[in-house]
Antibody
Framework: EVQLVESGGGLVHPGGSLRLSCSAS????????MHWVRQDPGKGLVWVSR????????TYADSVKGRFTVSRDNAKNTLYLQMNSLRVEDTAVYYC??????????????WGQGTLVTVSS | DIQMTQSPPSLSASVGDRVTISCRAS??????LNWYQQKPGRAPNLLIY???SLQSGVPSRFSGSGSGTDFTLTISSLQPEDFATYFC?????????FGGGTKVEIK
């Protein structure tokens, strides 16, 4: 069974840092592109970042570029999101998401349960 | 960035009703359009990919159509477990943008 389990969320002051982890099981992480998506409480979904299979290519939303860094350890089947210089507007539930293969439209076929990041003084 | 506009933002319907949700892209996206269902406190769940393909395990009362810029999600006969928020998403280009969501509520 495919599972994605996020951890590392919590309360942090503006300007602080946090590292999220996403532990994958039931599939080989190294075979899939992976993404982070966030959702403000009670609001819509916002794509944050993506990483290709071997970690050689990353892309970020303009709102987090230069502050967030996605990485992966395929040997540990784990995806990470390092978040620096956090702002109040980064407060959200962060989801780790797998991009499906072979479906023709690259949907997000598996999502973690999400981890809440709260940035507040 | 490609903007995704969903309508309506919310709707009220009864069990057994046929429900239609629209999604419009700000530019051509071929059939690179996916639909997700989200229930309160839960992660989104993939329903439809490539505009009209049903994800494994999703009931056949859900269907999708469209191409280019205009897309539709249809629930043929609304069931109690279908009351949720539905999001469209384009996967034609980065960033992978989502629609604002349509909340389906009980009438």
């Amino acid at each position: 069974e495919v599972q994605l389990v996020e951890s590392g969320g919590g309360l942090v002051h503006p300007g602080g840092s946090l590292r999220l982890s996403c532990s994958a099981s039931g599939f080989t992480l190294s075979s899939y592109w992976m993404h982070w998506v966030r959702q403000d409480p009670g609001k819509g979904l916002v794509w944050v970042s993506r990483m290709n299979t071997d970690g050689s290519s990353t892309t970020y939303a303009d709102s987090v570029k230069g502050r967030f860094t996605v990485s992966r350890d395929n040997a540990k089947n784990t995806l990470y999101l390092q978040m620096n210089s956090l702002r109040v507007e980064d407060t959200a539930v962060y989801y780790c998401v797998r991009e499906g293969r072979g479906s023709g439209s690259y949907p997000f076929d598996y999502w973690g349960q999400g981890t809440l990041v709260t940035v507040s003084s | 960035d490609i903007q995704m506009t969903q309508s309506p933002p919310s709707l009220s319907a009864s069990v057994g009703d046929r429900v239609t949700i629209s999604c419009r892209a700000s530019q051509y996206i071929s059939k690179f359009l996916n639909w997700y269902q989200q229930k309160p406190g839960r992660a989104p769940n993939l329903l439809i990919y490539a505009a009209s393909s049903l994800q494994s395990g999703v009931p056949s009362r859900f269907s999708g159509s469209g191409s280019g810029t205009d897309f539709t999600l249809t629930i043929s006969s609304l069931q109690p477990e279908d009351f949720a928020t539905y999001f469209c998403q384009q996967s034609y280009s980065a960033p992978r943008t989502f629609g604002g969501g349509t909340k389906v509520e009980i009438k």
